[in-house]
């Protein structure tokens, strides 16, 4: 699992602060989360290949996370893409990248899937062998919905010695692999823990951004691996939080602490600070493992 | 008269292409034309003051000169603007973002007034006591327009010594620099053209991107200083001209010819060539005054 942060910042985009984008990796998908202006930019710093990208998840329609999306699209056609773009987002999406298209007598080449969003309660929204991806809905000044990944389980682990040991046949591998347990020649039963290993334990990320400080949003993503939760303000701005539907770094860390996640990764840092560090100390009052994103910035998880 | 370019290349952004997007100083005036994804921030690294914008002009609705347009709408609001801000584009533009600032429920604290085009026919669109802008028709796949800059004529100079030789008092200053003859008290009639020199020569600028060669522009942009005409291609490529409805380097350098303007410079460059400095050669050898647009290229004019 690879998080690469395409941008992190609140509002505006600047020369050095690109707007909310980032590409999750996971199981060899490629998932675009969010994508504000200057995205496909950023995905070329990246150097991630435009083609790998098949599922695309805005959280909500502000400019800050949407609006490099008709932009991106476009550049998907004159690609000469033909792959599938599954959009998820929204209710009002399609309206809009479909509007856009239509003024500029500009359609896709290929296929231009919406899946629009409108569920206040928790979706799975995305499944297929390896993957899950369930919404996670925030409370912010418009609809808006973050976004849990978790990994399917694995298949068992073959244990080879045990396999050897009994002269089990390949052929039956892949139902041992499955979990089933066998029977040799003889009729005795070899149960299957002792033909396997168990499986590495599936991996999870949650993307929370933007959102004020929501407990409900706590059993949701409890034990993810990951957390992305936004962190727009400092304590001295505490106040603004909840006017503005922001978190705090500490806010940020008390779910993280709450919902007892194992890497917390702060982002959607408004441009008013002079560090950024700032944000990792608040945070690290409250709970030990914070990480900073940054544009560009690759995490390994 | 300045012209800043921001962005002059075809197509998709890329770390160092911007689309479509410039400025142009005029009279005191600020005047964006096209706005590409990135404008913003393009505008931001020539450090020109977001506050001077107040007319943003637009050819047509492709993505490349356009798609920057929310995010600068959604940033002019975050910067607590207040002035008006009048957007000329096809028809059809209101509509578009109108839908993108109602889906993030965005909405302008300052006016915000669209002047939407229809008309195939040149027709002038702005006009005060400094400035006329007046619409060229363009051949392109969508409807499109050009802009034609002209200052209007200044007042006549006032001739210090010849005032001084009449003895004219002050109060006749204004009615003399708007031309008027003046009677003496011995009702000698002073012809204005002893009191006044010539004022400058008005300046103009003409934009016309994209488009195809198309001979009916001449005569709308017959002996302007500046005309910057799209060469998209280099003659390698000039059978994909008129099927994309873009121009080359020499069709450009044809235009400038033959409406005898002052100037030629050329943008809307495909990033599939290694060198600008291509066409640049190709259009020298029909018109020669040539300059080549590029991204953060200031022109004083």
Not at 272 to 299: C, H, N, Q, W
């Amino acid at each position: 699992m690879k998080l690469t942060i395409l941008g992190c910042y609140a509002a505006t985009p600047r020369s050095l602060n690109n707007p909310t984008s980032q590409v999750l990796e996971i199981k060899n998908h490629l998932f675009l989360i969010d994508c504000g202006e200057g995205t496909q930019v950023q995905l070329r710093k990246s150097k991630i290949k435009f083609s790998r990208i098949n599922h695309i998840l805005i959280s909500h329609l502000h400019g800050d996370h949407f609006f490099g999306l008709p932009g991106l699209i476009s550049t998907f056609r004159l690609l000469g893409r033909t792959n599938e773009l599954h959009i998820y987002g929204p209710q009002g999406i399609k309206e809009a990248i479909t509007l856009f298209l239509k003024l500029g007598d500009s359609w896709t080449n290929y296929p231009l899937i919406f899946h629009e969003l409108s569920s206040t309660e928790p979706e799975k929204i995305y499944e297929d062998k390896k993957v899950t991806i369930t919404t996670i809905p925030l409370d912010h000044r418009i609809y808006t919905n973050g976004f849990l990944f978790k990994e399917q389980l694995a298949e068992r682990k073959l244990n080879i010695a045990a396999v050897a040991k009994y002269k089990i046949d390949k052929c039956y591998f892949q139902n041992i692999k499955n979990g089933k347990d066998i029977v040799l020649e003889n009729n005795q039963v070899i149960r299957n823990a002792l033909l396997t290993f168990d499986p590495p334990a599936p991996k999870s990320y949650a993307f929370c951004s933007d959102t004020a400080y929501s407990e409900k949003i706590i059993p949701l993503i409890i034990n993810v691996d990951v957390l992305y939760h936004e962190a727009t303000f400092l304590e001295s701005e505490r106040k603004l939080a909840p006017k503005t539907k922001h978190a705090t770094a500490k806010e940020a860390a008390a779910i993280a602490k709450a919902a007892n996640v194992g890497m917390l990764i702060l982002g959607h840092f408004s441009t008013r600070y002079a560090s950024l560090e700032l944000f990792r100390e608040e945070a690290k009052t409250i709970f030990p493992m914070v990480e900073l994103a940054d544009d560009g910035k690759e995490f390994e998880l």
